[in-house]
């Protein structure tokens, strides 16, 4: 909608970075599954190194491999993906951010939408207008 509207607009989208706490928390989830995953599908008890016998549901997790592979890799993705989640909705234009869904706690309706850009591609061209024309000063007439 955006590009039939103002085809002088370059639309550009890209994921709004997760505070650093939940990333990284996201990334130790990712590597804790993998080695999960591994050790049911390689039955390598993990828990004889720490002298422990191994927990009930390891046991279960070996006797159903893919069935305990196949749960432990989607329910850890589901989490992965609402920790890196951030619900933004941002909108620059020129750089100047015009719209928050952070801040609103909402998105733009699409009305919303295009009077922001009509009002910031009408500042925008008034100001490249006069930053091309030269200010003219009256200058006194030689005679």
Same mark, same amino acid.
């Given at each position: $909608?955006?590009?039939?509207?103002?085809?002088?607009?370059?639309? #550009?989208?890209?994921?709004?970075?997760?505070?650093? =706490?939940?990333?990284?928390?996201?990334?130790?989830?990712?590597?804790?599954?993998?080695?999960?995953?591994?050790?049911? =599908?390689?039955?390598?008890?993990?828990?004889?190194?720490?002298?422990?016998?191994?927990? #009930?549901? $390891?046991?279960?997790?070996?006797?159903?491999?893919?069935?305990?592979? $196949? $749960?432990?890799?989607?329910?850890?993705?589901?989490i992965e993906g609402q920790l890196i989640a951030t619900g933004?909705?941002?909108?620059? +234009? /020129?750089?100047?951010?015009?719209?928050?869904?952070?801040?609103?706690?909402?998105?733009?309706?699409? /009305?919303?939408?295009?009077?922001?850009?009509?009002?910031?591609?009408?500042?925008?061209?008034? +100001?490249?207008?006069?930053?091309?024309?030269?200010n003219s000063r009256a200058m006194p007439s030689s005679p």
């Amino acid at each position: $909608m955006i590009q039939q509207n103002f085809p002088e607009i370059e639309v #550009q989208g890209e994921n709004y970075p997760p505070p650093p =706490v939940q990333s990284h928390l996201a990334s130790a989830l990712g590597l804790l599954k993998i080695a999960f995953i591994l050790c049911v =599908v390689s039955g390598y008890n993990v828990f004889e190194l720490a002298g422990m016998q191994a927990p #009930q549901f $390891m046991t279960w997790a070996w006797e159903n491999k893919l069935y305990a592979s $196949m $749960m432990t890799f989607f329910i850890c993705n589901a989490i992965e993906g609402q920790l890196i989640a951030t619900g933004a909705f941002e909108i620059q +234009f /020129n750089g100047v951010e015009v719209w928050s869904k952070l801040r609103s706690g909402r998105p733009p309706s699409a /009305n919303e939408l295009f009077e922001i850009l009509n009002s910031q591609s009408s500042n925008s061209a008034s +100001f490249s207008q006069s930053a091309k024309t030269p200010n003219s000063r009256a200058m006194p007439s030689s005679p």
